[in-house]
């Protein structure tokens, strides 16, 4: 990592290992791009008991983001699986701490992109994806989808379309992600990079 590089921050939220994997594809991408570093990042489990709070240090994985680190960015990626059509509640839990960072402008005119997995081919991909580009809109953020000059968005089976990068992991979560699916996640990642870098690092 190079101190002058810009910060790309994956941020996401993952049960099962399916958006985990589509972070890394996406920070693949993300540091193909000369002057860009991926900072990958995760979010804790929300709990049912007010009592429990999380450990500092995720016992695997990407460490919990900090609010910091969105200040710190050029740009951001973020990621969940799929619940009932929106983005998981411990994602959005995140976000609704961010108020500060919403009024300060901290995040606007960074650009920004979405990612999901779902159980289901149909359980939700486009429209977790459209939702949680509304807290983004909000921060001013300027998102990104892919265009089909991307071949494989009229040949995928699965998951990736126009929206952002998706992974259909089937029923127990263990469906691995296809050859469309992963380029179109690393051409996510490339495409934050880029624009980032187009963009002088706001």
């Known amino acids: 990592m190079n101190d002058s590089?810009?910060?790309?921050?994956?941020?996401?939220?993952?049960?099962?290992?399916?958006?985990?994997?589509?972070?890394?594809?996406i920070a693949q991408g993300i540091e193909s791009v000369p002057g860009c570093d991926a900072r990958l990042r995760t979010v804790p489990a929300?709990?049912?008991?007010?009592?429990?709070?999380?450990?500092?240090?995720?016992a695997d994985g990407a460490p919990y983001v900090e609010l910091s680190d969105l200040e710190e960015c050029a740009g951001i990626a973020?990621?969940?699986?799929?619940?009932?059509?929106?983005?998981?509640?411990a994602m959005k839990y995140f976000w609704d701490g961010t108020s500060a960072?919403?009024?300060s402008g901290a995040l606007s005119g960074k650009p920004a992109c979405v990612f999901t997995s779902t159980g289901s081919?149909?359980?939700?991909?486009?429209?977790?994806?459209?939702?949680?580009?509304?807290?983004?809109?909000?921060?001013?953020?300027?998102v990104l989808g892919l265009p089909y000059s991307h071949p494989e968005l009229m040949t995928t089976a699965s998951g990736g379309g126009p929206y952002g990068a998706s992974h259909w992991s089937g029923l127990e979560g263990k469906k691995p992600i296809t050859d469309d699916e992963k380029r179109l996640a690393i051409a996510l990642g490339r495409r934050l990079a880029e624009t980032a870098v187009r963009l002088g690092g706001r």
Not at 5 to 25: C, D, F, P, Q, W
Not at 47 to 55: I, L
Not at 121 to 142: A, C, K, N, V
């Open 46 to 58: 929300v709990s049912t008991v007010t009592e429990a709070t999380a450990p500092d240090v995720p």
């Open 121 to 142: 081919l149909h359980g939700g991909q486009e429209s977790t994806l459209l939702t949680m580009m509304i807290p983004l809109l909000h921060h001013g953020l300027m």
């Open 78 to 89: 973020v990621g969940s699986p799929t619940r009932f059509g929106n983005m998981a509640s």
């Open 5 to 25: 590089n810009l910060i790309i921050l994956v941020l996401y939220y993952s049960r099962h290992g399916s958006t985990r994997k589509l972070a890394e594809l």
């Open 101 to 103: 960072q919403w009024l």
